[in-house]
C-alpha cells in the first residue's frame, strides 16, 4: 500500500509540475527559465513544509523533556 502512495504522490507532483510549467508559453520547444524556477520553488517549498511537519513534534518533546530535567534540577537544588 505505501509503494503505491509514493508513486500515486510522485505522479500527482510531476502532473502538477507540468500544469505550471504549461503556464507559461514555450518558446523553441522549451519553457522560460522562470518556468522552471517556479515549478521546482513550489516543489521545494512543500518539501520543506514537509520537514517541519515532521521535526516539530521531535522539537517539541525535546523542550517538554528539557523543561521536566530543569524543575528537577531546581527541586534537587533546593534540597
Not at 504522490?9 to 522560460?32: M, N
Request: glycine fraction near 4%.
Amino acid at each position: 500500500m505505501l509503494n503505491v502512495l509514493h508513486f500515486g504522490w510522485a505522479f500527482l507532483v510531476q502532473y502538477v509540475t507540468g500544469l505550471i510549467l504549461e503556464r507559461w508559453s514555450a518558446k523553441d520547444g522549451h519553457c522560460p527559465s522562470i518556468a522552471y524556477q517556479t515549478a521546482f520553488s513550489i516543489n521545494v517549498l512543500l518539501q520543506l513544509a514537509a520537514l517541519v511537519w515532521f521535526i516539530a513534534p521531535r522539537i517539541k518533546e525535546l523542550n517538554w523533556k528539557s523543561q521536566i530535567a530543569l524543575k528537577r534540577k531546581s527541586t534537587d537544588q533546593s534540597r
